[in-house]
């Protein structure tokens, strides 16, 4: 049986330990990493919605969301992206479908708002639409956030939540208002290391639809061609995570563009691009060129009207008068500068074709058909050199209209039988 006494000094130890044990757990807490609570540290994340299916997502999404107990539900989601129906002023409908919509979109006035919503449905919204959503928290000092949080409610109240921005493309969307945002706050440039052109990065997005790329660079002009900036969600993502400086503190949900998806991207163009040239070359080839090689090689004469140059040259015509149009009508930068398909696309094809149904042998036709011979084999020989990167499928198209127009210029035609 132990004494007294070494009781009392066990006990007077284990208290000393005890005693010094405490300011050093208490120490410890302190410099150990502590997750910011909602309620007191304000946060900032981007999110990235992935593309979706219909022509309005084919490049995702952009928005910003805060996190902080002055706002009131305490989780904003600011969107950029949310089209405005009505007059900016009288709350009047203006636009109440879709072709009216199209008109106002092509033109260029169709305003876009600046929004606040509920996280909670934007993301159930997308959850619905089966796309992935991503979010980039960034690592901003609290005053930062604030900052942000305060450029946002004023442009909510006073700016884009009230009139509105006219929306542009490839210059001011909801991804380059979000950057913006960003830059002004942090002062980082938000850019990537890939200084390919515009239309490049929308190549990449759009060869899960080769008839739409197609057709968005038949209509987009030189615009698109200038050195790019951050105006695609998954760039902004990608910038964000390659800052000079440290931007991105936590991220969760990966989107499935945003790995590799530059070279990705580019693959899967050029992919796009060759499903559509082998059919159209061997087109092209089947039922025009090697037919008027051998028409020409037989001495065929030409028949007395072009029913199908018709339909050749008016259809180039009505291309090349929607570009015109598009291009004097148009506020898009990217189509209403120059557009190098015009040079052989002309608009005045469409007047020729008229022409070949009527009077296809007069000498204005054949005038004409030589002028545009000449004019189009040269656009055929500059093809691939003009400051513009022109849809090499209808390159092919370029070629055959090149050799139909020399026929009707030079060929003989066939004689007419004279009236009893």
């Known amino acids: 049986m132990p004494n007294r006494p070494d ?11 005890l005693a010094l044990l405490t300011p050093l ?31 309005d997502a084919l490049f995702g999404h952009t928005a910003i969301r805060i996190r902080d107990p002055q706002l009131g539900s305490g989780d904003v989601w600011f969107d950029y992206g949310v089209f405005n129906p009505g007059d900016a002023k009288t709350g009047e409908i203006t636009i109440g479908s879709a072709a009216a919509f199209f008109m106002h979109y092509a033109k260029g006035d169709a305003k876009y708002l600046l929004v606040a919503a509920a996280p909670q449905d934007r993301l159930a919204h997308y959850k619905a639409e089966g796309r992935q959503v991503t979010e980039q928290v960034l690592d901003l000092k609290p005053e930062e956030v604030r900052k942000l949080e305060d450029f946002l409610l004023d442009d909510l109240r006073h700016g884009c939540g009230k009139e509105g921005y006219e929306y542009r493309f490839l210059d001011d969307n909801c991804t380059t208002r979000v950057a913006k945002a960003i830059e002004g706050v942090t002062g980082e440039k938000l850019s990537l290391e890939d200084r390919e052109s515009r239309r490049y990065f929308t190549d990449c997005f759009l060869s899960a639809k080769p008839p739409v790329q197609l057709g968005a660079n038949l209509l987009m002009g030189s615009h698109a061609e200038q050195k790019t900036i951050v105006f695609l969600p998954a760039q902004l993502e990608h910038a964000i995570g390659h800052a000079h400086r440290k931007l991105e503190k936590a991220k969760t949900g990966e989107t499935a563009t945003h790995v590799g998806w530059a070279v990705l991207g580019h693959i899967q163009s050029h992919m796009a691009t060759m499903v559509l040239f082998f059919p159209c070359l061997v087109l092209v080839w089947v039922a025009g060129i090697f037919p008027t090689l051998l028409r020409h090689k037989k001495k065929i004469p030409l028949p007395r009207r072009g029913f199908l140059d018709f339909l050749l040259f008016g259809l180039i015509g009505l291309i090349g008068c929607l570009m015109s149009f598009l291009g004097v009508w148009s506020l898009h930068p990217e189509l209403g500068a120059f557009n190098w398909n ?13 022409v070949l149904l009527f009077k296809a042998h007069s000498p204005l036709a054949r005038n004409y058909a030589r002028v545009a011979a000449i004019g189009t084999g040269l656009a055929a020989l500059a093809y691939f050199f003009v400051p513009q ?11 055959l209209l090149a050799l139909r127009a020399w026929r009707w210029g030079w060929a003989p035609a066939a004689q007419e039988t004279p009236s009893m």
């Not at 609570?37 to 304000?42: E, G, K, L, V, Y």
Request: with cysteine; net charge negative; glycine share 6%.
């Open 25 to 55: 757990a208490a120490l410890a807490e302190e410099k150990g990493p502590q997750e910011p609570t909602p309620a007191t540290t304000p946060a900032c994340s981007v999110i990235t919605v992935a593309p979706g299916d219909g022509l």
């Open 7 to 17: 009781i009392g000094r066990k006990a007077a130890s284990l208290a000393l330990f």
């Open 342 to 354: 015009l040079i052989w696309c002309w608009p005045t094809h469409l007047l020729f074709a008229l």
């Open 389 to 399: 990167a022109l849809p090499l499928p209808l390159f092919p198209l370029a070629l």
